[in-house]
């Protein structure tokens, strides 16, 4: 979920006003997207393990610290390799700016979501976290450590609606987004090629975010946050870091929860693909060996990445870091004791460019959804008409956008939590599906990718360009972030007022919370469509 320009000269301390007024024009003009903290006053220093550091306090009280480094950075020796401990400093370091994201792809999504991007530098010296905390000093709030979207290959946790100031402010949580490394930088599997100097190198990208963990163990207390209580989550291929970290080995006990957002990670990279891949990315950028292209200017190995095809870059199971498939064929016993959310949105799709919003007709719908499925004529009508039957008042171009989302972004998610709630003596599931509809784009987009986290983040006002403007978005939003928040507390997330009591998820009864103006519990959502494309998919691998 990010887009790149070419601004080697911009001035980061600009970044927040140009994102509130990109994000401005998408609305129509109004300024309520994001507090401009240029004239916020200074915190009171806090200790870190490394040294201490000075954010801002944001209206209302918030303590806000951005860009605060957790792990050394990954230029030069450091690069491929494993996070390295952070060198202490002396005096008070300034965190008040946002720090790099990780060099990465020019690829963007909408553009109601981009506006929301706050467009930083990129840099290699991009292990850094934003803290969010309605106050300082010990305490015993539960901590939520956000994983940003973009697969494994793009974005940060700097986009502003992952701004973690109303979440901590309403619900007396503590915010922690986190920026790691990606694509080649993160995932390029090298224990194979490198020799005994790169040993480590291998899913270096989820080591950072272990990292960070423990950065937060560490530190979190003076925050006002308890490092025993700890939520990961994360939505896309957050949700995907989120799924990888449940079966590593080095991140238990580093996290308590977890919730996954239109995001999974049921299985990995087996190690000879993911060495091919290295091989194929070290002859595209002109590198002998590891330790040559270790040695090479950054922009030449992004720019490598961004020309290259076919590259498959993410968690690789390597034995070690990630020693086997952490939902195949069954969940991981690594994380058995951590309660799991999982959530999708009905119109996943819609957040692609080229995804169809306009209207088509019923040879359209069959052709498209015949393509989708890899089935013949026969069949792709036996499914559309189950979801005509199932959805009367859905249009052709609905039932196209939600045929390839249950089909696609929806699978993995479902898997995760089925196979979760399927371990024998494990903690709790639970799962939700998201139908809200936004009014931008004249109302086009519906319940798209992404849509959901401005609800999760109380953001609603900060992401008018995703939500549009209409009154219902708060009332739902202090619903979800409240459930939310009350998972991280206990595992549990009933206690949102206005939401009916949330059931446990199990394989037979798929209880469902079905998130919209009027929430309501579902007994496995539309189940019948969900079984006939699981039978396509069976006869079609």
Same mark, same amino acid.
């Given at each position: 979920?990010?887009?790149?320009?070419?601004?080697?000269?911009?001035?980061?301390?600009?970044?927040?006003?140009?994102?509130?007024?990109?994000?401005?024009?998408?609305?129509?003009?109004?300024?309520?997207?994001?507090?401009?903290?240029?004239?916020?006053?200074?915190?009171?220093?806090?200790?870190?393990?490394?040294?201490?550091?000075?954010?801002?306090?944001?209206?209302?009280?918030?303590?806000?610290?951005?860009?605060?480094?957790?792990?050394?950075?990954?230029?030069?020796?450091?690069?491929?390799?494993?996070?390295?401990?952070?060198?202490?400093?002396?005096?008070?370091?300034?965190?008040?700016?946002?720090?790099?994201?990780?060099?990465?792809?020019?690829?963007?999504?909408?553009?109601?979501?981009?506006?929301?991007?706050?467009?930083?530098?990129?840099?290699?010296?991009?292990?850094?976290?934003?803290?969010?905390?309605?106050?300082?000093?010990?305490?015993?709030?539960?901590?939520?450590?956000?994983?940003?979207?973009?697969?494994?290959?793009?974005?940060?946790?700097?986009?502003?609606?992952?701004?973690?100031?109303?979440?901590?402010?309403?619900?007396?949580?503590?915010?922690?987004?986190?920026?790691?490394?990606?694509?080649?930088?993160?995932?390029?599997?090298?224990?194979?090629?490198?020799?005994?100097?790169?040993?480590?190198?291998?899913?270096?990208?989820?080591?950072?975010?272990?990292?960070?963990?423990?950065?937060?163990?560490?530190?979190?207390?003076?925050?006002?946050?308890?490092?025993?209580?700890?939520?990961?989550?994360?939505?896309?291929?957050?949700?995907?870091?989120?799924?990888?970290?449940? /079966?590593? +080995?080095? @991140?238990?006990?580093?996290?308590?929860?977890? &919730?996954?957002? #239109?995001?999974?990670?049921?299985?990995?990279? !087996?190690?000879?693909?993911?060495?091919?891949?290295?091989?194929?990315?070290?002859?595209?950028?002109?590198?002998?060996?590891?330790?040559?292209?270790?040695?090479?200017?950054?922009?030449?190995?992004?720019?490598?990445?961004?020309?290259?095809?076919?590259?498959?870059?993410?968690?690789?199971?390597?034995?070690?870091?990630?020693?086997?498939?952490?939902?195949?064929?069954?969940?991981?016993?690594?994380?058995?004791?951590?309660?799991?959310?999982?959530?999708?949105?009905?119109?996943?799709?819609?957040?692609?460019?080229?995804?169809?919003?306009?209207?088509?007709?019923?040879?359209?719908?069959?052709?498209?959804?015949?393509?989708?499925?890899?089935?013949?004529?026969?069949?792709?009508?036996?499914?559309?008409?189950?979801?005509?039957? /199932?959805? +009367?008042? @859905?249009?052709?171009?609905?039932?196209?956008? &939600?045929?390839? #989302?249950?089909?696609?972004?929806?699978?993995? !998610?479902?898997?995760?939590?089925?196979?979760?709630?399927?371990?024998?003596?494990?903690?709790?599931?639970?799962?939700?599906?998201?139908?809200?509809?936004?009014?931008?784009?004249?109302?086009?987009?519906?319940?798209?990718?992404?849509?959901?986290?401005?609800?999760?983040?109380?953001?609603?006002?900060?992401?008018?360009?995703?939500?549009?403007?209409?009154?219902?978005?708060?009332?739902?939003?202090?619903?979800?972030?409240?459930?939310?928040?009350?998972?991280?507390?206990?595992?549990?997330?009933?206690?949102?007022?206005?939401?009916?009591?949330?059931?446990?998820?199990?394989?037979?009864?798929?209880?469902?919370?079905?998130?919209?103006?009027?929430?309501?519990?579902?007994?496995?959502?539309?189940?019948?469509?969900?079984?006939?494309?699981?039978?396509?998919?069976?006869?079609?691998?």
């Amino acid at each position: 979920m990010s887009r790149e320009r070419n601004r080697a000269g911009i001035d980061r301390r600009s970044f927040i006003g140009s994102s509130i007024a990109a994000a401005g024009l998408l609305a129509g003009g109004t300024r309520a997207w994001a507090q401009d903290i240029r004239g916020a006053k200074a915190s009171r220093p806090v200790d870190t393990a490394a040294g201490k550091i000075e954010g801002v306090v944001l209206d209302g009280g918030v303590n806000a610290f951005y860009g605060v480094p957790y792990a050394a950075s990954t230029a030069g020796k450091n690069r491929f390799l494993p996070p390295q401990e952070l060198a202490p400093w002396t005096g008070v370091k300034e965190t008040k700016l946002v720090g790099n994201r990780s060099p990465q792809d020019f690829v963007g999504p909408i553009t109601e979501v981009e506006a929301l991007d706050r467009t930083e530098t990129q840099g290699e010296d991009c292990l850094n976290l934003n803290v969010f905390t309605p106050a300082l000093g010990r305490g015993d709030r539960p901590v939520m450590l956000w994983l940003h979207g973009g697969g494994f290959t793009s974005g940060s946790g700097n986009w502003l609606l992952y701004d973690g100031a109303r979440l901590a402010r309403s619900q007396d949580v503590v915010v922690v987004p986190v920026t790691h490394r990606l694509n080649v930088f993160g995932y390029l599997y090298l224990e194979e090629l490198g020799g005994d100097a790169f040993k480590g190198a291998s899913n270096v990208g989820m080591l950072d975010i272990v990292a960070a963990l423990e950065w937060v163990r560490d530190n979190i207390a003076n925050f006002g946050g308890n490092p025993n209580n700890v939520t990961i989550f994360g939505q896309s291929g957050g949700g995907g870091k989120v799924g990888a970290l449940l /079966g590593m +080995p080095a @991140a238990k006990g580093l996290f308590h929860r977890a &919730i996954g957002m #239109s995001g999974a990670f049921v299985q990995g990279v !087996p190690k000879d693909r993911a060495t091919e891949t290295a091989q194929k990315f070290m002859a595209a950028v002109g590198a002998k060996n590891v330790a040559e292209m270790q040695a090479m200017p950054m922009e030449k190995v992004r720019d490598a990445f961004l020309n290259a095809q076919g590259l498959t870059l993410q968690p690789v199971v390597d034995g070690r870091t990630v020693p086997a498939n952490p939902f195949a064929p069954a969940a991981t016993p690594i994380s058995q004791g951590v309660p799991l959310m999982m959530g999708t949105v009905e119109h996943e799709v819609n957040f692609f460019p080229t995804t169809m919003i306009d209207p088509i007709d019923d040879a359209d719908l069959h052709a498209r959804v015949k393509q989708t499925l890899r089935a013949d004529d026969a069949k792709a009508k036996d499914v559309v008409d189950l979801y005509k039957h /199932g959805r +009367p008042k @859905a249009s052709n171009v609905e039932l196209s956008q &939600i045929i390839a #989302s249950d089909n696609g972004m929806r699978v993995g !998610p479902l898997t995760q939590a089925e196979r979760k709630s399927e371990l024998a003596g494990g903690a709790p599931v639970y799962s939700y599906y998201f139908r809200w509809l936004s009014s931008v784009r004249q109302g086009k987009l519906r319940s798209y990718h992404c849509l959901d986290i401005p609800f999760a983040f109380n953001n609603v006002e900060v992401c008018t360009s995703m939500t549009g403007t209409l009154q219902s978005r708060y009332a739902l939003a202090t619903k979800i972030s409240t459930a939310f928040a009350s998972f991280a507390r206990s595992g549990d997330p009933n206690g949102a007022q206005g939401l009916p009591q949330w059931p446990k998820f199990d394989t037979k009864t798929r209880a469902t919370m079905v998130l919209n103006d009027e929430s309501a519990v579902m007994n496995d959502p539309f189940g019948a469509e969900r079984q006939m494309l699981a039978k396509l998919r069976e006869g079609n691998s």
